[in-house]
């Protein structure tokens, strides 16, 4: 009896532990095919950037707001540009209140914010932000 369980446990069978790497070649072959006829279909040096054409006709009359980066508490508004208003210094919480009673004097006259290029970016978007709040549509950024 204990010869026949030795021969049974002779013959273990060896399992086969390869991977069948063919089927995934054959993806990878199909992939580099697609991806080599579809790369010249995309030219990646083309970029649409966004244009920003300078206005025919600048307003006449504007509320001007400065910003300056070593003076970030302040800014100054310039209101007619026809001589009759002075450049007047304000505090930068200021700012939204003296819009509002400049808005409401003339609602029609357009913000023009000039800002050093020092200054950083959040505080001009705040800016815009505020004038935008107050019902003021027309803001435009002043440029070289």
């Known amino acids: 009896m204990s010869g026949s369980s030795s021969m049974r446990g002779g013959r273990t069978r060896k399992f086969k532990a390869d991977i069948n790497v063919v089927p995934y ?11 080599m006829v579809s790369a010249p279909l995309t030219n990646p040096s083309v970029i649409n950037l966004p244009n920003a054409a300078k206005s025919a ?15 970030l508490t302040s800014v100054r508004i310039n209101g007619q540009k026809s001589g009759t208003s002075k450049a007047e210094s304000v505090p930068r919480n200021g700012l939204k209140q003296k819009l ?20 950083k970016y959040d505080e001009v978007i705040k800016v815009i932000s505020e004038a935008k709040m107050l019902g003021i549509n027309r803001v435009g950024l002043a440029t070289k």
């Open 57 to 71: 006709t600048p307003p006449t009359e504007y509320i001007e707001i400065t910003l300056k980066p070593g003076d």
């Open 25 to 35: 070649i054959d993806v990878m072959m199909v992939l580099l095919v697609i991806f």
């Open 100 to 119: 509002q009673l400049l808005h409401a004097d003339k609602p029609d006259m357009p913000v023009m914010i000039s800002a050093d290029k020092d200054i």
